[in-house]
């Protein structure tokens, strides 16, 4: 039977390899904001023999996310995997001059989504499933003040659940990506040198490879 993967945040960079590499052996339910992106990744998905469900939604509307996880029940009555790579990258600014509705986006997309997302797939995911959280180095560098803070926050979680998880599942992963060309890192860094970063494509095989999960890529 083909297993499940729920990717919050699939349209585009690590989201989006991770949904191509799994697609084979997986059906996805691609989580994005962005219709036409997840449009281009069903594209892809297809033409690789896979098959996808586009969720095109924001994950920091819980109504909308609760409706998600309802139907994942109905329809396959479980999940076996979820990825979290949604984010909020709020512009980089010294902490003493931190933008007050950037840090709430970021609050709210990056703790309380991430927290509420845990709640809803938890169930779904039982005592065998999967679940994998990205880390960010730059979480904690000068100017990273609101995407730091949350982002920090966010693995903080994560670490609480796999702690909480060790005996009874389901298995809680931290994985960190090296840096790639991605629009997020492209905000951080305009202007930089994109040659020597990583694929996206090769970091979704290794980082499924470190949680034992056969990729296509």
């Not at 586009?54 to 995997?81: E, H, K, Q, Y």
């Not at 702690?163 to 990506?177: C, D, F, N, Y």
């Not at 990583?198 to 290794?206: I, K, L, M, S, W």
């Amino acid at each position: 039977m083909t297993q499940t993967a729920l990717i919050t945040g699939a349209s585009r960079g690590l989201g989006a390899a991770l949904a191509e590499a799994l697609a084979p052996n997986h059906h996805i339910i691609a989580v994005a904001k962005t219709t036409g992106a997840l449009e281009e990744l069903d594209d892809r998905i297809g033409a690789k023999g896979g098959s996808a469900t586009l969720a095109p939604m924001d994950v920091t509307n819980a109504d909308a996310m609760a409706t998600l996880c309802r139907g994942i029940f109905d329809r396959w009555g479980s999940l076996d995997l979820w990825l979290h790579t949604a984010i909020h990258a709020a512009p980089l600014a010294p902490a003493d001059h931190i933008d007050a509705k950037d840090f709430a986006k970021s609050t709210a997309c990056n703790v309380t989504a991430t927290a509420t997302l845990i709640s809803y797939v938890a169930p779904l995911l039982g005592q065998i499933g999967q679940a994998v959280f990205f880390n960010d180095p730059n979480a904690g560098a000068k100017f990273f003040g609101s995407y730091g803070a949350t982002k920090s926050a966010q693995i903080t979680l994560a670490k609480s659940w796999q702690a909480e998880t060790t005996k009874t599942g389901p298995k809680v992963h931290i994985l960190t990506p090296e840096p790639m060309p991605t629009a997020t890192r492209a905000r951080f860094f305009p202007g930089e040198d994109r040659a020597p970063l990583n694929d996206p494509q090769g970091q979704a095989t290794r980082l499924l490879a470190e949680i034992q999960v056969s990729s296509a890529l």
